[in-house]
T-cell receptor, first 115, second 115 residues
Framework: AQKVTQAQTEISVVEKEDVTLDCVYETRDTTYYLFWYKQPPSGELVFLIRRNSFDEQNEISGRYSWNFQKSTSSFNFTITASQVVDSAVYFCALTNRGGGFKTIFGAGTRLFVKA | DGGITQSPKYLFRKEGQNVTLSCEQN?????MYWYRQDPGQGLRLIYY???????QKGDIAEGYSVSREKKESFPLTVTSAQKNPTAFYLCASSIDGSSGANVLTFGAGSRLTVL
């Protein structure tokens, strides 16, 4: 079975604080892909990053960084120096052959960044 | 600009009525998807289509129907058989549906409320 768990339902921070969103996944496949999507108040999900299971190199994109650790089945997302515009719901997701390559989403973490 | 257009953005329905949500894409993507979003439950797959004139049930297909007569269009009908249809509905597409690497592109969603 495949599953994505985002244990943090809501997080509230003050602007300029760093914040980490946790994601833990389950899969028996050795080949899989992990994703993060952002859903701003407008409702449309926007793709942020994709990682395949063979690439554990951490990635940084501006204020965003991702930490992929196969040993703990985690793919955590950190926002450095958060801004009000970062307020959104963030979804971690997984695709794998065992799931027919359909995207499986976590429940999402709602992030509030206060000015 | 290429993208996905969903309409209507808001829809109210009386119990016992069928309603159809529109989804159109001009990205030339082969695969299209319908997701339902409820608070705290992430996105759940209703139906998906990997090619014209073919579609498959997702995890929560009961009470819904779709068609895929054209590559760019994938309408979703919420029937009176759907017990709890009040939700936010998201349409998505990807280049194809046969690879786990595919990134989903989403529309802005349709919010259905049953009165």
């Amino acid at each position: 079975a495949q599953k994505v768990t985002q244990a943090q339902t809501e997080i509230s921070v003050v602007e300029k604080e760093d914040v980490t969103l946790d994601c833990v996944y389950e899969t028996r496949d050795t080949t899989y892909y992990l994703f993060w999507y952002k859903q701003p108040p407008s409702g449309e999900l926007v793709f942020l990053i994709r990682r395949n299971s063979f690439d554990e190199q951490n990635e940084i994109s501006g204020r965003y960084s991702w930490n992929f650790q196969k040993s703990t089945s985690s793919f955590n997302f950190t926002i450095t120096a958060s801004q009000v515009v970062d307020s959104a719901v963030y979804f971690c997701a997984l695709t794998n052959r065992g799931g027919g390559f359909k995207t499986i989403f976590g429940a999402g973490t709602r992030l509030f960044v206060k000015a | 600009d290429g993208g996905i257009t969903q309409s209507p953005k808001y829809l109210f329905r009386k119990e016992g009525q069928n309603v159809t949500l529109s989804c159109e894409q001009n990205l030339n993507h082969d695969a299209m998807y319908w997701y339902r979003q409820d608070p705290g439950q992430g996105l759940r797959l209703i139906y998906y289509s990997q090619i014209v004139n073919d579609f498959q049930k997702g995890d929560i297909a009961e009470g819904y129907s779709v068609s895929r007569e054209k590559k760019e269009s994938f309408p979703l009908t919420v029937t009176s058989a759907q017990k709890n249809p009040t939700a936010f509905y998201l349409c998505a597409s990807s280049i194809d549906g046969s690879s786990g690497a595919n990134v989903l592109t989403f529309g802005a969603g349709s919010r259905l409320t049953v009165l």
